[in-house]
Structure formats: structure tokens, C-alpha cells
């Protein structure tokens, strides 16, 4: 989800941007003027920012100036003028793009994605998952107990990865053997109970949301 601050005088655009935009799953904060536009860019940060350039009190082009100043956010340029000179302008005082009046609503969605996307090509967040005070980061593979990183083998890695995977859910000791180890892991039920006794004891207090299944296997419990 993105957040888009949408600055025209007019409306309907908008509105028209705000619907296609929510629909999207984005969140829209509108200002009615250069102005204002330039004071909520300093106030909050926003994913990208789309300026008109005929605006009241300040037009965009001016309204861009000033975010530039203490801001790199992105920003998408509309106008009802589609000269050559407007849009070099647009781009030489830090427009990433630069829209002509009419547009498609769906056009300026799909520059807004191309945008972000451009200026923020690790912007992905991490997958991080919490139960109390254990943190799972896969993203970094890391796990930390109360603040504290934990000191697992790469193979206690794994297994708590794949027990959070599918939490709550009974894995027997079989399937943790294909699923961590591989088909062509030659071992047996040990291998399973001797990693998760040394997971656990790793975990400290959080060994609780590891559960036996008496005679089946183990489950992540939360």
C-alpha cells in the first residue's frame, strides 16, 4: 500500500485519482493548493506526491521547489499544457514524471507503481513475525529472544522457519525430515527429536509455543 498525497484545484481529478487509487489499496491525503500541498509534504512522509501545475497560491512547479528542499519524495506532474519547455522545466527542478490533462486514471496508477518502484527498488518491507518477545526476521534470517539475538545452527534455522510456516498446524516427524532435511536425508526420528531439544533450549522461556504431539510429531502453537 502506498501512501499518495493528490494536490489540484479541481475536485473532481481529485476524486477521480483518490477513487482508482483506494481501489488499489492505497491510502489518499488531498490538498487544494500549492500551499498546502508543500506544508503536508514537510509534515508526513509520502510515497509520491502528484502536484497540478496550475494551482492557487502556489503552483505546482513552485510547490515541487519547495518539497525539494527537505524532501526526495517522489513526484508525478499534471497539466492541461503538454509543451516541450513545461515538461523539460518539470524535470529539470526534480519531477520524476510529468502527465497531460485528460488523462486515464489508470495511466497515472501505473506511473505512480513505475515510480515507486524506481526510486524505492528495496523498499519491500521485511517479513518479520512476532509471538511475545521472539522476533523472526526471514527477510535477514534472524531471530532474537527478548531484544537479544538467539545463536542458532543453520539447520535450527530452518526447522523454526518451517514450524512457523505452518503454525498451528501438526507436522509429523516424517514430513519435518522431507520438508528441512530433504527426500534423500538418510535419518530417523532422532535427528528430529535432537534438533528441536536443542531449538528449544535456545528459545529459552518461548520453548512453550514448541509442542509435542505424542507419537506423531511437533507443532508451533501460538
Known amino acids: 500500500m502506498y501512501k499518495i498525497l493528490v494536490a489540484d484545484d479541481e475536485k473532481n481529478i481529485r476524486e477521480v485519482i483518490r477513487e482508482y487509487a483506494e481501489f488499489e489499496g492505497h491510502e ?3 490538498a487544494v493548493d500549492g500551499m498546502q500541498a508543500v506544508e503536508m509534504a514537510k509534515a508526513e512522509d509520502f510515497d509520491i506526491i ?6 492557487p497560491k502556489l503552483d ?23 509543451e516541450e519547455y513545461d515538461k523539460l522545466f518539470g524535470f529539470e527542478i526534480g519531477a520524476d514524471d510529468y502527465v497531460v490533462k485528460p488523462f486515464s486514471p489508470k495511466e497515472v496508477l501505473a506511473r505512480v507503481n513505475v515510480i515507486i518502484k524506481r526510486n524505492h527498488p528495496a523498499a519491500s518491507p521485511a517479513e518479520i ?4 518477545g521472539l522476533e523472526i526476521n526471514f527477510t535477514a534470517r534472524s531471530v532474537t529472544i527478548d531484544g537479544e539475538k538467539a545463536n542458532l545452527t543453520p539447520k535450527e534455522y530452518d526447522l523454526l522457519f518451517y514450524l512457523v510456516r505452518n503454525k498451528n498446524i501438526a ?6 525430515l522431507s520438508e528441512v532435511w530433504g527426500y534423500d536425508f538418510f535419518g530417523d526420528d532422532r535427528t528430529i527429536d535432537t534438533h ?3 531449538l528449544r533450549n535456545n528459545l529459552g522461556e518461548y520453548r512453550k509455543f514448541i509442542v509435542t504431539l505424542r507419537g506423531m510429531g511437533y507443532k508451533f502453537e501460538v
Request: charged share 35%.
Open 28 to 30: 489518499v491525503k488531498e
Open 171 to 176: 507436522l509429523t516427524r516424517d514430513k519435518l
Open 60 to 82: 505546482g512547479f513552485s510547490a515541487c521547489k519547495e518539497i525539494r528542499k527537505t524532501k526526495n519524495t517522489p513526484v508525478l506532474m499534471l497539466s492541461a499544457r503538454g
Open 50 to 55: 502528484i502536484l497540478d501545475v496550475m494551482m
Open 129 to 132: 513475525v512476532k509471538f511475545e
Open 196 to 198: 528441536i531439544k536443542m
